[in-house]
């Protein structure tokens, strides 16, 4: 008996010293650095409640992240080095501190720390290396850099960087062994499409460098490499305070509509700070409940703070529509196809035909249901359905046949189908219209290649 009341003394002993040592562990943390903001400023309560709620390592971690979401570098970079004097040799927080440096463009202590962290084991090496290797660029160090990005050939972005650098260096041909295997996985992106076109045209290989100019020309696709990851990241931590996370939450209850809460919360995000995609969310609840004129106010309060865009104008003229007000719909829809030209439009056009037609505005709403399908035949060309582009596109001509433009992507499509004869009637009808259209100059220019033309 006396033997089990000595094992439950020292028992009661241990969990009285290491409760006492957690306990004052924690107390030993000092509290993490606050950022000097405006007394009024949408973030001041939330980071100071930050900051008092820091009780352990992985707390300022995620204060560490969220502070360099929200540029307060000089915060962040003082976060990091107190956890890697207590997770010395972590090699995530070892990298996460170098691409913070290298944001801030402390280039040559950035480095250390993406070579520390591959020292530490990363995860993805091939990362660190990569990060390095941008980092050495920024430096100056072209040969540097170069070494970092071979130890990263199963990145795209790190090949694509050792390309423009033999292009750069005079090396077009070189350059284009290095893009074959970056144009065999990102075909369509725009980066490797417009080096190689650089370097087709360096070397003198017309014909190779009007394809790949083209196939840049019908993309915005970029590659998505190692930055858009820690980019994702940074937005993550962005969604944790302020008005981005009552925005997240707001969005995730308006998807399972459940209206009352997130309206609530998208206007307690608003209060924060006025911003778009809370506007956007109260306006799109709003017409989800018929309420129209609620909805157009908030479209126009978005097109004052922010400028018009396709987008805001043509969804401000929905609700015009649906308020029985037509004629204020196809100003404000003329105002969205008038501020964009590279967009698709096939839509906007096809709603003001049918809004003209239900004014009997007849003559009109065929204007309309023409530039609807030339922009039809102009979205076939982009995704290089030729055949589809050349139906449309030929019916529109014959609707607007002093539109130089559908003229143009005639021609390139007749082009495009080895209809050398239309190409060049498309073209010239083109350049009659617009004697100083680029586009048509350079059709003309390939087709030379192949027909003797008139001069």
């Given at each position: ?19 006492a040592?957690l306990?004052?562990?924690?107390r ?7 950022p000097?903001?405006?007394?009024h400023?949408?973030?001041?309560g939330?980071?100071?409640k930050l900051v008092a709620n ?6 300022w971690h ?8 929200y ?6 970079e ?12 972590d090699p995530?927080?070892?990298f996460?501190f170098?691409f ?6 402390r280039?040559d ?7 520390a962290a591959?020292?530490?084991?990363h995860p993805e090496?091939?990362t660190?290396?990569y990060?390095?290797?941008r980092?050495?660029?920024r430096?100056?160090?072209p ?7 071979a130890?990263?050939?199963d990145i795209s972005s ?14 077009a041909?070189?350059a ?13 992106k725009i ?11 360096e ?6 460098a009007s ?22 990241r940074?937005?993550l931590a962005?969604?944790?305070?302020g008005?981005?996370n009552?925005l ?9 509509n459940?209206?009352?809460i997130p309206?609530a919360?998208?206007e307690e995000?608003?209060?924060?700070e ?8 109260l306006?799109?609840?709003?017409e989800?409940?018929?309420d ?6 908030l ?10 865009s396709t ?5 401000l003229a929905?609700?015009y529509?649906a308020?029985?007000d037509?004629p204020?719909a ?8 008038e501020?964009?030209s ?5 839509e ?9 037609e ?9 204007q309309?249901?023409?530039l609807?399908?030339y922009?039809t035949?102009?979205v ?12 449309h596109?030929t019916a ?16 390139e499509?007749?082009?495009?189908l080895?209809e ?5 009637a ?6 009659s219209?617009?004697s ?8 003309l220019?390939?087709?030379?290649d192949v ?5």
């Amino acid at each position: 008996m006396a033997r089990i009341n000595w094992i439950l003394v020292v028992v009661l002993f241990l969990e009285v010293a290491v409760g006492a040592a957690l306990f004052l562990g924690r107390r030993e943390l000092p509290h993490p650095p606050l950022p000097v903001l405006a007394e009024h400023h949408s973030l001041g309560g939330e980071f100071r409640k930050l900051v008092a709620n820091c009780e352990s390592l992985d707390d300022w971690h995620t204060l560490a992240e969220i502070y360099t979401a929200y540029g307060f570098y000089a915060e962040s970079e003082a976060c990091y080095e107190f956890l890697l004097t207590h997770r010395t040799n972590d090699p995530e927080l070892l990298f996460e501190f170098g691409f913070l440096l290298s944001q801030m463009g402390r280039c040559d202590k950035a480095h250390e720390q993406f070579i520390a962290a591959i020292e530490a084991g990363h995860p993805e090496p091939s990362t660190c290396w990569y990060f390095a290797g941008r980092n050495l660029l920024r430096a100056e160090r072209p040969e540097e850099a170069a070494d970092a990005f071979a130890q990263t050939s199963d990145i795209s972005s790190s090949q694509l960087e050792l390309a423009r650098l033999r292009y750069r260096a005079g090396d077009a041909g070189g350059a284009l062994r290095l893009l074959e295997s970056v144009l065999k996985e990102e075909p369509s992106k725009i980066e490797p499409n417009t080096l190689a076109y650089l370097c087709e045209l360096e070397l003198g290989h017309m014909a190779s460098a009007s394809r790949f100019s083209e196939q840049a020309a019908a993309t915005a696709d970029r590659i998505r490499g190692p930055f858009y990851t820690q980019w994702n990241r940074l937005e993550l931590a962005l969604s944790q305070v302020g008005f981005r996370n009552r925005l997240t939450t707001a969005q995730a209850l308006a998807k399972k509509n459940r209206r009352p809460i997130p309206e609530a919360t998208f206007e307690e995000a608003m209060d924060l700070e006025w911003n778009e995609h809370s506007a956007v969310g109260l306006a799109e609840l709003a017409e989800s409940r018929g309420d129209y004129q609620r909805a157009a106010t908030l479209w126009q309060e978005i097109i004052d703070r922010r400028g018009p865009s396709t987008v805001s104008l043509a969804r401000l003229a929905d609700n015009y529509v649906a308020m029985n007000d037509i004629p204020q719909a196809i100003d404000r829809m003329l105002e969205a196809v008038e501020s964009q030209s590279e967009e698709d439009l096939t839509e906007a056009y096809e709603k003001l035909a049918n809004w003209s037609e239900a004014l009997e505005h007849y003559e009109q709403a065929e204007q309309y249901s023409a530039l609807q399908t030339y922009w039809t035949g102009k979205v076939a060309f982009w995704q290089a359905d030729w055949n589809s582009a050349k139906v449309h596109l030929t019916a529109a001509s014959g609707q607007l046949s002093d539109f130089n433009e559908v003229w143009f992507f005639l021609g390139e499509t007749h082009r495009q189908l080895n209809e050398t004869q239309q190409a060049l009637a498309a073209y010239q009808r083109c350049l009659s219209l617009n004697s100083q259209h680029g586009g048509a100059r350079r059709g003309l220019s390939r087709l030379s290649d192949v027909v003797s033309i008139a001069p």
